[in-house]
């Protein structure tokens, strides 16, 4: 029954097979309506539609402070002509008006006297009185039928009368993680296991939606304990989310078992990351929708948004949750392949009065593209891609005011950058600084290009030994009116094992023969300064082993020396210390902020500043080790 | 120490005011931190940041189904040249790089033989390998302090090690409802009592944005007992709100009670609906900040978005969430006083590519109006208003997706346009069907103005006796592209009390001396029904007492009639039915929905057509009775 390989089904027509799908099958299209009392209803959909049961407000009432009056005995009072009456009532805002009377005049249009109402102007009937029914009138459509509970309209339930709703009850989510590599959270993990996070983060989503959800236990990759823990599942289940194993390899077992336990409606989809998703049912009394999502957890995370949240809105009648959206400038050119949906993750960051939009990594392991983005860009299937500057519409991930007050750093990344974000935070919960790692170069040409407040650069100029500065009129042509800020010096040096088994002293060590180096992309500042090195001692590039192999950031190459596939590689100290690794010192350098000069008065960038001053701020800074603070602040241009 | 008038501060001065108030009494400036497991911490915000404890993945891995390689062993192999491999292991997506290889090879460019593997291109070192912190490094800062947790955050922060995050515990808001009238939802109502439909609100409001809300039992209009309610409350709470009696009225005890027990910052903002709010702190160890709301529903929901919503996620440490806004064409003229925000609710439709924002009712006693609105539309203190047809922002309280598939109706309002709502939601979750009353000839107006899809209209022509379509050529001019489609026939008659006391058979009766009338607006084919009768007879409208005085909709005067306001009214049998009226009838009369031809086939407007068709509709319609289903869907022009 099942294909060896994966569909490309597009995901519009992928939801409406499955719901064809599990109509064939008998699942039911809605979950059961329950009577819960008006405060519990909140957030819930109604199953009916709320007719109001009485009037409100019940009674005609005083709108104002002041005195009721029959209005006929108010005809030709005038500034000149007073009249006064002898029969009125003191009201407040709200009373009932008392019987007999039909208006109320304010107490500031009152003068009393001798227990009597002075009045110099007439008053038509019912001014300043408050209708029965001015809000609601019984029998009136309050709500219809698969509306989403806000707390205004329960109120608004309650005062026409209702004490219970008629709601749907929650639906039932039952996740099922597989894996003979998983474990439960907080479990050690030996070498090739894997956290369960994917459950964790997909009975979340559902609760975050309105959804009860349970997690079963780890089931191994074994055909006949996942069919057993499907089935048990879907007898308590309005949803089965099966998790990993959803593609074609030896391990991946999802598409039988559902084509076992019932029928495989879908197996992969044409989005891109998620591809490998598997849509069916479960055979049962009633049937029950199951989706198998793939194990990479920005897939898990997409595939349930874009599958489960459709099919759990219309299970309870209501339209599903949506993100709101907003047009961007694209920072970069954006390709993208023909024939697959591409959920691309953005960063947002209003610079210069327009927003701008930065893909993020785009690997579907690459959860932190989920977590740092503000945005989903989605590129159609049939749309190869989109122009650097394009307008592109984004869903928001984030609020708007949120990423106007987002200082955007592009550039090289220093660890004091994330200090520096998170005292930032600490300090004022309104103010965001996102930094993007693209290497100093990188940075100069996005902030040239209008992408970023900020661009953090490390370059060495070898010619004069200068650093930073050099570069600014090549890139952004002479006379650019542009700042510069030192924001530390730092401390690059060779990143060794614990130990330094090979005993590497500098960097004419690197031409060792079998020694493998592993080095930063081009433009990188760590790049250009190993190459300065290695010109002031005449190597040649080529003769080091690994020169060509590229990581993006201190960190990936500090990981690259701890895994053991690379012997060493230039960065800062804190790498080295992340990753428990010892440091030989190769040079000290500045690291800058470069900046439109327009940009230094600008209000977003005002707190950094005020940071850079702060005592506390840098003595943390220094305890970091292989930093100096000596000329943090100071305008270097 | 309070001021018999309350003040009219701008909230964004009074929030400052209220701060700098709170800090100086002492109020704790965040609430407490707690250690909560990782599953537990959705929703909440963090209380430190998150720094990566471990690497994600924590090993190298294979990207792709094939086989692990040297990579150096692949040198030299092409189409022409294959190599064939004895070293080789098989592996799948995910799993570890077994010790030794450095790269993969899909399963799809490996051909197997005698147990090597042929290999027909080199590939280089780490090809189709995920790096250890691929996704995560060590040390890196995954969160800053201040982060309301998601479900992709928790997942990343359990990938990165953490088993249990340090957040901030939910505040805790304490509702204290005021009044000699309130009494419990669900308790039986004598005349003038008011159910406690704001603690209910108010609490879900602070549910809603993350806190634990309680409510107190009801105290009555007493200084005492509200002073020891406030008392007893701040003990337990992180804001105490007490609702009623925050105006400057004989029972209006809040700012004195506020300024007995600890200060009184602020007492009247410059925003409408919600002009008279209290806000200050109780004093205690800590101090406890307290917000002294109106009683009128709609000042108190906005009141709570305005002042209790920013100082709870201050409590927290996090930015308050925000509403995502849009422009939109304003229907008419927005007239609004300058000296204060004007709070307007809008409802909002898509009609002719055209996001329209149509005012609706202002009172601060109309909960409905929150219930019904699309978005608010705030108009500054500084300005006038908004000329109809301008361009204005506003925060949405609905999807625009969701608006995008509404049913802008607009026109005369008929109960069948309510069953028909609910009956459409019932069929399809997405679809909204939202009907705006202002009369016929609003109605026509309003679709000539490009501000809905359909106008509801039953105008009488006197002149021809017909109705509507005489009406089309005045508004429209000659040759207007309209169509009208009969929604219904309908009765319309007098709404007498039970029994018909005064014994009414028809209009002529209306001229009797004493008998108190209750007319429609006008432009509502209702009061030109009633001209042309009267105009049959002869009648002069002068002689009816009460002929001035307008109700704007059928069931307003069934409420007038209902309340002993009024003897009679001219109305449809279903209000006469809501009120438990009698009904004297005079006319049947078609009721027609008018529209664009072009929008005949719009998407929006096809599920209507279908319902008008249904059996099951019409059978529902008629057993309302007063109504004949005999030419419902009827194309009449």
Not at 54 to 83: H, K, L, N, Q
Not at 598 to 607: G, K, N, S
Request: net charge negative.
């Amino acid at each position: 029954m099942t294909s060896p390989f994966v569909s490309d089904i597009p995901a519009e027509r992928a939801r409406l097979v499955w719901r064809d799908a599990c109509a064939a099958a008998g699942c039911p299209p809605r979950v059961d309506a329950v009577v819960v009392p008006v405060a519990e209803a909140v957030g819930r959909v109604t199953a009916e539609s709320v007719w109001a049961r009485r009037s409100s407000p019940a009674f005609d009432s005083a709108a104002m402070d002041g005195i009721a009056v029959r209005a006929a005995e108010t005809v030709g009072a005038a500034e000149t002509t007073p009249v006064l009456l002898d029969d009125f009532a003191v009201v407040d805002t709200g009373d009932p008006l008392p019987a007999g009377y039909d208006a109320v005049i304010m107490r500031e249009h009152v003068h009393h006297a001798d227990g009597r109402a002075e009045i110099r102007a007439a008053v038509p009937p019912y001014q300043h009185v408050r209708s029965i029914g001015e809000d609601i009138s019984a029998t009136e459509l309050l709500l219809p039928e698969g509306h989403r509970l806000r707390p205004v309209d329960v109120a608004a339930c309650a005062a026409a009368g209702a004490v219970e709703l008629r709601v749907r009850r929650r639906p039932r989510v039952v996740i099922i993680p597989t894996g003979d590599e998983i474990r439960p959270i907080g479990a050690d993990l030996a070498p090739g296991e894997i956290a369960d996070t994917n459950s964790l983060m997909l009975a979340a989503q559902a609760v975050e939606i309105g959804c009860e959800a349970r997690t079963t236990d780890i089931v191994a990759d074994d055909p006949d304990q996942i069919t057993a823990a499907v089935r048990d599942a879907a007898a308590d289940a309005d949803l089965v989310i099966l998790i990993a194993g959803s593609s074609a390899g030896r391990d991946d077992h999802t598409a039988g078992v559902v084509a076992a336990v019932g029928s495989l409606a879908v197996h992969g989809v044409a989005v891109r990351p998620g591809h490998p998703v598997v849509l069916g049912t479960v055979a049962g009394d009633p049937a029950t929708p199951i989706l198998g999502a793939p194990g990479y957890p920005v897939s898990a995370a997409l595939t349930f948004d874009i599958f489960a949240a459709p099919a759990l809105a219309a299970l309870e009648g209501a339209a599903p949750r949506e993100r709101p959206s907003t047009t961007a400038r694209l920072a970069r050119k954006l390709a993208s392949a023909i024939g697959s949906d591409d959920w691309v993750r953005v960063r947002l960051g209003r610079v210069g009065g327009d927003v701008v939009a930065t893909p993020l990594p785009r690997g579907a392991g690459v959860l932190t593209s989920l977590v740092r983005a503000d945005g989903l860009l989605v590129v159609p299937a049939g749309v190869e891609g989109h122009h650097a500057g394009e307008q592109v519409r984004v869903d928001l991930l984030r609020g708007l005011a949120d990423i106007r007050r987002t200082i955007v750093a592009i550039g090289s990344h220093d660890l004091v950058l994330d200090v520096a974000a998170s005292a930032l935070r600490a300090a004022d919960p309104l103010i965001t600084l996102a930094s993007s790692n693209v290497g100093s170069l990188g940075g100069l040409v996005a902030l040239r290009d209008g992408l970023c407040h900020l661009a953090g650069s490390h370059l060495l100029d070898p010619a004069t030994g200068e650093y930073t500065l050099p570069y600014l009129d090549r890139i952004f042509g002479p006379d650019a009116d542009l700042a510069v800020v030192r924001l530390v010096h730092r401390d690059q040096g060779l990143l060794v094992p614990p130990g330094n088994p090979l005993g590497l002293t500098g960097i004419a060590d690197l031409t060792r023969p079998g020694l493998r180096y592993v080095n930063r992309q081009r433009g990188a500042g760590t790049r250009v300064l190993l190459d300065h090195e290695l010109g002031r001692i005449a190597a040649d590039p080529s003769t080091i082993s690994g020169y060509s192999r590229e990581e993006h950031t201190h960190l990936g190459v500090a990981a690259a020396v701890a895994a053991g596939r690379a012997d060493t590689g230039l960065g800062i100290q804190a790498a080295a210390r992340a990753f428990g690794l010892d440091f030989v010192p190769v040079a000290r350098e500045p690291y800058d902020l470069v900046l439109r000069t327009t940009a230094l008065d600008d209000q977003v960038l005002a707190p950094l500043w005020e940071l850079l001053e702060r005592h506390e701020f840098r003595a943390e800074v220094e305890k970091l080790g292989g930093y100096s603070c000596a000329e943090t602040g100071r305008r270097i241009r």
